[in-house]
C-alpha cells in the first residue's frame, strides 16, 4: 500500500514539473520589408518606362521612412533658388520646378555647376569634359542652364503633362534604367528616397552600373516634384 502511494506521489511531482516549467514567450512578428517595386502591385500592370507607368508611379510614391526632413530640405534648397530658374523658363519654356529639380541632382543646387552634367566649369572659360563633352565654355550660369534645357531631351516637349515630363527628365539623365545594366531598377534619379526605387543599385559613373552601390545619399528629381506639390508650390498637369 505504501508503494502504491509513494509511487502516486512520485508521479504528481513528475507532472507538477513540467506544469510549472515557465513557457517560451511568443516571438515577436517579422517587421514587414520596406515597400518596393515588386510589392507595389497597383503599379504591376503597367508596362515600365510608358507614360501611363510614369504616372501611376507618381501617383504611388510615397517618401521613405526617416528621409522625411532629408526630402524637405532637398526641396527647400530648390526653391530657394526659384527667381533664376524663373529666369531659364521663360527662355527656354521648361518649367521652373524641373530646371530646379535637374540642378539639385546634377549639382545640388550649386551655381558654379552646369547642368549638363554638375561640372564646375561657369566662368572658368572651360568647355564640359563628360557627357555630353565639348559644351560651353559659358560665362554665367543662365547662359548654361539655357543651353543645357534646349537639348533634345527637354527641348522639345511642347506639353508638360506629367508623364511625359518624367519620362523626359528620365531620358535627360539617359535610359540605362530602361535599357541598360540597370534595367532591373526603377531610375534613382527619379525615385531615390521613396517606395518606388530600392536602396541599392544604381550608376556610379556614365556606362558604369553598381549593384551594391547605395541609391539613398540624395533625393530622387520626382520625389522633390512630389514635395513640391504637397507643400502647395506647384501644381502639376495630370491626364
Not at 532629408?70 to 529666369?87: I, P
Request: net charge positive.
Amino acid at each position: 500500500m505504501k508503494f502504491f502511494e509513494w509511487l502516486s506521489n512520485l508521479i504528481k511531482q513528475f507532472f507538477a514539473y513540467f506544469e510549472n516549467i515557465p513557457s517560451k514567450p511568443e516571438s515577436k512578428p517579422k517587421p514587414l520589408p520596406k515597400p518596393g517595386p515588386a510589392d507595389l502591385k497597383e503599379l504591376a500592370p503597367f508596362k515600365k518606362g510608358t507614360l501611363d507607368w510614369y504616372r501611376k508611379a507618381f501617383e504611388l510614391c510615397r517618401i521613405d521612412a526617416g528621409y522625411e526632413s532629408a526630402v524637405r530640405a532637398s526641396t527647400n534648397l530648390v526653391l530657394k533658388g526659384k527667381d533664376r530658374y524663373l529666369e531659364v523658363e521663360r527662355a527656354t519654356g521648361v518649367p521652373w520646378f524641373v530646371i530646379g529639380a535637374i540642378h539639385f541632382k546634377e549639382a545640388t543646387c550649386n551655381w558654379k555647376s552646369v547642368l549638363h552634367n554638375g561640372e564646375q566649369i561657369v566662368g572658368t572659360g572651360r568647355k564640359t569634359t563628360i557627357v555630353p563633352i565639348g559644351r560651353g565654355p559659358f560665362d554665367t550660369w543662365q547662359e548654361a542652364a539655357i543651353d543645357a534645357m534646349k537639348g533634345e531631351s527637354l527641348g522639345k516637349i511642347k506639353d508638360w503633362e506629367l508623364g511625359a515630363m518624367l519620362m523626359a527628365c528620365e531620358k535627360y539623365n539617359g535610359w540605362g534604367y530602361q535599357t541598360g545594366a540597370g534595367k532591373a531598377e526603377n531610375s534613382p534619379y527619379l525615385w531615390a528616397r521613396s517606395n518606388i526605387n530600392d536602396d541599392f543599385g544604381k550608376y556610379v559613373r556614365d556606362g558604369v552600373f553598381d549593384p551594391n552601390a547605395t541609391t539613398q545619399k540624395t533625393t530622387g528629381l520626382a520625389v522633390i516634384l512630389k514635395e513640391l506639390e504637397l507643400m502647395g508650390e506647384i501644381k502639376l498637369k495630370k491626364t
